[in-house]
């Protein structure tokens, strides 16, 4: 049996994996989960006598088949429990990520089906990330990038954004720069200063927050939209 510990460093591979690509770095993995690198590298040891995941010296972990479907199903837990916590018990976006990490490695299968069954099964969390499927299958590519990225001119709708800092998600809400959202970006300062338009108002965005947000282009009928 796995313990709660061993859980996270799983999914934060997965999660890492997905958005920089592997092998994950030791480095970090040890920013990511407020630890130092001799407590991953121990870790790492662990998860690797286990089957778990792969390790290249001086490059860094993969995760295995079987290290990936238990980070999925980990993530399945986590993404799901945000979404009940979130649309049956008014938290706010800001909110649930701890609830949820606190929760995820101790709910029953049958729990989770209740839940997802109460939820429509629905595909995203509240921050817009995808839940894994029931079957815990690999996620589809990411074809989203981030909104510090983009162009001066372009418009885009937000597709996630990153539930690391809550005091960030607040910012976001409160100025309407949500899941769904349009946007379109006004200005780029060379103070790395985003300047987005979101209905009708404009929002200004330090570099470091554009970063967790991560956008895609608008599909067809997005695009056919005319703002009032």
Do not use: C, N, Q
Not at 32 to 38: A, F, K, N, Q
Not at 81 to 89: C, G, K, N, T, V
Request: proline share 6%; aromatic share 4%; net charge negative.
């Amino acid at each position: 049996m796995l313990s709660d510990v061993m859980e996270d460093y799983l999914k934060a591979i997965y999660v890492l994996e997905r958005e920089d690509g592997a092998p994950v770095r030791t480095s970090a993995l040890a920013e990511y989960l407020g630890v130092t690198p001799p407590t991953v590298t121990s870790m790492i040891e662990k998860l690797e006598e286990r089957g778990l995941l792969d390790r290249e010296k001086y490059k860094g972990v993969e995760l295995t088949e079987e290290g990936e479907t238990v980070a999925l199903e980990v993530l399945r837990h986590h993404r799901l429990i945000e979404s009940y916590l979130a649309e049956h018990l008014d938290y706010e976006w800001s909110e649930v990520h701890e609830e949820a990490d606190a929760l995820e490695h101790h709910i029953s299968e049958e729990f989770e089906r209740r839940v997802a069954a109460a939820l429509g099964d629905p595909r995203v969390d509240p921050h817009g990330d995808p839940i894994p499927t029931e079957d815990l299958s690999p996620l589809a590519d990411d074809d989203t990038v981030a909104l510090a990225s983009v162009s001066e001119g372009d418009t885009v709708v937000v597709a996630r954004v990153s539930d690391r800092d809550d005091d960030h998600l607040d910012y976001l809400a409160a100025r309407g720069v949500e899941p769904g959202a349009r946007l379109d970006v006004v200005d780029i300062a060379p103070i790395d200063l985003i300047t987005v338009r979101v209905d009708d108002r404009d929002v200004h965005l330090p570099t470091s927050i554009a970063s967790a947000i991560r956008v895609r282009a608008p599909d067809d009928a997005e695009a056919d939209e005319v703002p009032a």
